[in-house]
């Protein structure tokens, strides 16, 4: 069974940055597809930004040139950087891991863009 920590979230003022990061526990050899997608209040669950094995890197519209994602396959973790913060970039964060034999979710992590 695979458990996804994230840590990181917290309350930032507009055009600030911060940083998540998610550590993968369990029988694991190798992760295909890791990443975060965030849902705000009366919203759906969307794409932040995943990282596939080949270094394939899909970022959500609104978060392209701001956010940057990436891997340590040895520890399992995946970090996702975040700049420029906007308020509407206010959600709880997932952590999101799959492979050929499981899909994974984090159970979130706050992040509050606030003056």
């Known amino acids: 069974q695979v458990q996804l920590v994230e840590s990181g979230g917290g309350l930032v003022q507009p055009g600030g940055s911060l940083s998540l990061s998610c550590a993968a526990t369990?029988?694991?050899?190798?992760?295909?597809?890791m990443g975060w997608y965030r849902q705000a209040p009366g919203k759906q669950r969307e794409l932040v930004a995943l990282?596939?094995?080949?270094?394939?890197?899909n970022y959500g519209d609104s978060v392209k040139g701001r956010f940057t994602i990436s891997r340590d396959d040895a520890k399992n973790t995946v970090r996702l950087q975040m700049t420029n913060l906007k308020p509407e970039d206010t959600a709880v964060y997932y952590c999101?891991?799959?492979?050929?034999?499981?899909?994974?979710w984090g159970r979130g992590t706050q992040v509050t863009v606030s003056s």
């Open positions: 369990g029988s694991i050899f190798v992760i295909d597809t």
């Open positions: 990282l596939s094995t080949g270094d394939k890197r």
């Open positions: 999101y891991a799959r492979n050929s034999d499981f899909n994974a």
